[in-house]
């Protein structure tokens, strides 16, 4: 089984500016990530615009992320009101050798806690896949609560959890745990979570410089918390920028103005206004400048240069 830990990039879908889905874009974008140290993908995350997918779309999108990831791991992410309905997207992976599935509670329903234990329960029982809990209640509108979380860990084929619950004291408590492998959701709290024993993180930004968020990751598993925190203070405005309308659409500005694809999100998402655009590649450049220090491993500077 895969070890489910350090930074994971949940993939955007470039799509070509009349809407299709670009799969040179996807190919050349998981050949830049590929080598820098990342962890693994996650393709139908919420960065992936997957509810606007059909079904023959993400078959091939999924199909494209397998072949070209080489040797690292995939997850491919599920979610619907019904166990039928999350299964039925499962079906669409069965001939690929992924690492795990992700799988939010059911939304819209807003079930019991007994109901979501249930849920998860009944998908286990469907597929043979590592499950990764994807916690994230602002958008499914239903809170899991950490007891809840805990009888889910029970089931042994669920292995880890995307926590995107905004409680930081059930956050601490899984972490404790050591039952579920966390991974922050929220790129905001990728030093925190990690800080406390968590095991990584699943972060749209790390479309953008993953170098740096893999060595945050690596400095605070070797103690090194001067360098951590550096990092961490460093990618902080970029991370905001990046978030400062609906994702992925000021991920994919940048990329777009860096030449990897187009801006293009499909409806109801709209493209990021000039002025968060412009926030976002700004933000990216002032950290092209930290990690151009950082490479050429001038601590002091680097230091100094994070500070300013």
Same mark, same amino acid.
């Given at each position: 089984m ?19 889905i670009d799969?040179?874009?996807l190919?050349?974008l ?12 996650v393709?139908f995350?919420?960065?992936?615009e ?9 078959q ?10 080489g ?6 992410g599920a979610?619907g ?8 997207q499962?079906?669409?992976?069965d001939?690929?050798?992924?690492a ?6 059911p ?5 019991s ?14 597929t ?8 994230i209640p602002?958008?499914?509108?239903v809170q899991?609560?950490?007891e809840t979380?805990?009888?889910? !860990?029970?089931?042994?084929s &669920?292995? +880890?959890?995307?926590?995107? =619950?905004?409680?930081a004291?059930?956050?601490?408590? @899984?972490? /404790? ?11 905001h709290l990728?030093?925190t ?9 699943i ?9 740096l ?8 598993n070797?103690?090194?918390?001067n360098?951590?925190?550096a ?17 992925? !659409?000021?991920?994919?500005a &940048?990329? +777009?103005?860096?030449?990897? =694809?187009?801006?293009?999100?499909r409806?109801?998402? @709209?493209? /990021? ?13 002032r ?9 050429n491993?001038?601590?002091a500077?680097f ?6």
């Amino acid at each position: 089984m895969h070890q489910f830990s350090g930074i994971w990039v949940p993939l955007i879908t470039p799509f070509t500016p009349d809407g299709k889905i670009d799969f040179n874009t996807l190919r050349n974008l998981i050949a830049q990530l590929r080598d820098s140290g990342v962890a693994g993908f996650v393709a139908f995350g919420t960065t992936g615009e997957p509810a606007a997918l059909s079904n023959d779309e993400k078959q091939r999108v999924i199909a494209c992320v397998v072949q070209e990831s080489g040797a690292l791991p995939v997850i491919a992410g599920a979610s619907g009101i019904t166990p039928d309905n999350v299964c039925d997207q499962l079906t669409l992976y069965d001939s690929l050798p992924l690492a795990g599935v992700m799988i939010t509670a059911p939304y819209y329903v807003r079930p019991s806690q007994q109901a979501i234990i249930e849920f998860f329960n009944d998908i286990a029982a469907r597929t043979s896949l590592p499950i990764v809990v994807y916690d994230i209640p602002y958008r499914t509108g239903v809170q899991m609560e950490l007891e809840t979380l805990r009888a889910i !860990a029970r089931i042994p084929s &669920v292995v +880890a959890i995307k926590d995107c =619950g905004g409680d930081a004291r059930k956050t601490q408590s @899984l972490i /404790a745990d050591q039952r579920l492998a966390v991974l922050s959701g929220e790129d905001h709290l990728l030093f925190t979570t990690i800080a406390q024993g968590g095991a990584g993180g699943i972060a749209a930004s790390a479309h953008l410089h993953p170098r740096l968020f893999v060595r945050m990751h690596r400095a605070l598993n070797e103690g090194n918390l001067n360098e951590a925190l550096a990092l961490h203070h460093a990618l902080a405005p970029m991370i905001n920028a990046l978030f400062s309308e609906p994702s992925p !659409a000021p991920v994919k500005a &940048v990329l +777009a103005a860096l030449g990897t =694809g187009h801006c293009t999100v499909r409806k109801p998402l @709209l493209v /990021a206004t000039e002025s968060a655009a412009q926030r976002a590649f700004d933000a990216y450049q002032r950290v092209t400048e930290i990690a151009r220090v950082h490479a050429n491993c001038q601590e002091a500077a680097f230091l100094t240069l994070i500070d300013e």
